[in-house]
């Protein structure tokens, strides 16, 4: 197994970041290896690191479809198994079920949300303390790669030619 190697490179402008990112993706780094640290929010690096649409979306469905079939075999299991005889209404009668079905709908769609969000979030992906500057909290950016330890140099080299004021290295295990 190869250790991993973190590369830094401080910049001051967003086009060399823009540029070092477009580079670093060409010359197959994946987007889960690179890290932008910015004293700003910047559409352009968010567009730039964009990617594929989350399936949280999917669990939200999922929970909503649960939640629905839940709201209606509670009330109606429950009316089956309870009967309660008033003059000659049904016994399953589904208007007064739509509250219950829509609140189960509604409570589990939002926790299986929370569930996706929670399982997608990657929270333990968030880059190495080490490679945290703070001048990127300043005035500078910060675009940080993990890499193996023979690609360093390819980093280095393209963090050199978009105009990196300095290019740091960290050893990661």
């Not at 964009?50 to 929970?63: C, D, K, M, P």
């Not at 675009?143 to 393209?158: G, N, P, S, Y």
Request: aromatic share 8%; glycine share 6%; net charge negative.
């Amino acid at each position: 197994m190869k250790k991993n190697q973190g590369v830094v490179g401080v910049y001051s402008y967003v086009d060399s970041v823009l540029e070092a990112i477009r580079r670093l993706k060409n010359a197959g780094h994946e987007k889960r290896d690179i890290r932008v640290f910015s004293p700003t929010p910047i559409h352009e690096i968010e567009e730039a690191l964009i990617e594929e649409e989350s399936i949280v979306r999917f669990f939200t469905l999922a929970g909503a479809t649960l939640g629905c079939i839940c709201g209606i075999g509670i009330t109606v299991l429950t009316s089956a198994d309870w009967p309660i005889y008033v003059s000659a209404k049904p016994i399953v009668s589904i208007p007064p079920f739509m509250i219950i079905v829509f609140e189960m709908t509604v409570l589990m769609g939002a926790l299986s949300t929370l569930i996706g969000l929670v399982v997608n979030a990657r929270i333990r992906r968030n880059a190495p303390v080490s490679l945290y500057d703070p001048r990127f909290s300043d005035d500078k950016f910060g675009l940080a790669v993990v890499c193996e330890k023979d690609r360093v140099r390819d980093v280095e080299k393209i963090m050199n030619d978009t105009e990196a004021e300095e290019v740091k290295f960290e050893g990661l295990h």
